[in-house]
């Protein structure tokens, strides 16, 4: 019954909540409380004796600090609270797609990815997000990427990478790998000519997504099985590509590489 009271200390009142995280940084006076939260006394001083009773804080001579209990809850509580803010900052996006084929202990990283913000486009402008992942590219000195989808500019794009020795790996799902051979065999010859570039194939996945040194971008499928091309999810943040780099090992591991066709 105690980590019930606990719980509902912390999740019930966003103020209590605040108030932990900063006197994790350091001791407090009620003074300091109050002109930090730029509240009066009745409205803050009962969330503090509420912390009291449940040993989050302690107060010594008029000044609260954190206590050992609350010090390795917050060590907890921090990572949940991540990860619930990433997930509804772009709720729509996580509930709408299919997220089968993200691994789960990508999943479990999902707070990596805070920073990131969906780009929407228009139906009239289905293609401007690729305009703008074509300018994050001209920035970027490596690139790593899974294409479940096919559009038809991207042959000519990487092409461009490697004549520019841009360290390119690229991960294609069968079907795409055999459309690009039929469609585009001469182009495939030199991509894989290049020593900066690995080309390697895997069964198909339902995501689609690009890691440089400067962002990442990822677009999923929506839940009926069709490819969403309106929204992508992007990032700059170290740990935005850190998560990326990661997804890309992942896969990469599980895909075989082609030296030739």
């Known amino acids: 019954m105690r980590s019930k009271g606990l719980l509902s ?3 019930f009142s966003e ?3 605040d108030i932990l995280f900063l006197l994790e940084e350091e001791p407090k006076t009620l003074s300091d409380i109050k002109d930090y939260f730029n509240v009066s006394s009745p409205e803050i001083f ?3 004796k509420e912390m009291e009773s449940s040993n989050l804080i302690s107060k010594d001579d008029k000044v609260y600090s954190i206590t050992p209990i609350g010090r390795a809850i917050i060590k907890h509580f921090r990572p949940f609270l991540d990860i619930l803010g990433t997930i509804e900052k772009n709720e729509e996006f996580w509930k709408e797609h ?12 999902l707070s990596e990815l805070k920073g990131c913000e969906v780009m929407a486009d228009s ?3 289905i293609y401007e997000s690729h305009k703008v992942f074509q300018e994050n590219i001209a920035r970027s000195s490596t690139l790593k990427g899974i294409s479940s989808i096919f559009i038809p500019s991207h042959p000519d ?3 461009e990478l490697v004549s520019n020795n841009v360290p390119t790996s690229l991960i ?3 079907n795409i790998f055999v459309k690009v051979i039929m469609e585009h065999r001469d182009k495939i010859e030199t991509f894989l000519s290049s020593p ?3 080309l390697y194939v895997i069964d198909d996945v339902k995501l689609a997504f690009v890691v440089t040194d400067c962002f990442f971008s990822m677009s999923l499928f929506f839940s009926n099985g069709s490819y969403d091309p309106r929204h992508d999810l992007v990032g700059h943040d170290e740990s935005a590509i850190k998560w990326g780099n990661d997804l890309f090992e992942h896969y990469r591991k599980k895909a075989r590489k082609i030296t030739s066709i």
């Open 98 to 109: 299919i997220l089968d084929d993200i691994p789960q202990s990508s999943l479990e990283k």
């Open 172 to 174: 294609l799902t069968e």
């Open 15 to 17: 103020k209590r909540k």
């Open 196 to 198: 900066e570039s690995e």
């Open 46 to 48: 009962p969330r503090l």
């Open 157 to 159: 794009f990487f092409i």
């Open 9 to 11: 200390t912390l999740t």
């Open 123 to 125: 139906i009239e402008n």
